[in-house]
């Protein structure tokens, strides 16, 4: 096999899910909401933990005020 044949080869799974999920855009756009409600709720639990470590609070998340 010539280089052009192996990439063919290669990449031919990745075209064949590109196009079944070209085919249903509202799973796609459903799969990236939830990603980034995960990432979301990821990031604040992080920025929480350090806020609470570094004894740093927020004026604008309620129940957080100055100690």
């Known amino acids: 096999m010539d ?4 990439l063919h080869a290669l990449l031919a799974p990745i075209r064949e899910r590109r196009a079944a ?3 249903d855009p509202g799973h796609v756009l459903e799969l990236l909401r ?3 409600r995960v990432a979301r709720e990821t990031t604040q639990a992080t ?10 609070f927020s004026l604008e998340r309620p129940g957080i005020g100055i100690p």
């Open 21 to 23: 999920l070209a085919r």
């Open 47 to 56: 920025l929480d933990e350090l806020r609470g470590g570094l004894g740093l």
């Open 3 to 6: 280089l052009d044949e192996i």
């Open 34 to 36: 939830a990603g980034t």
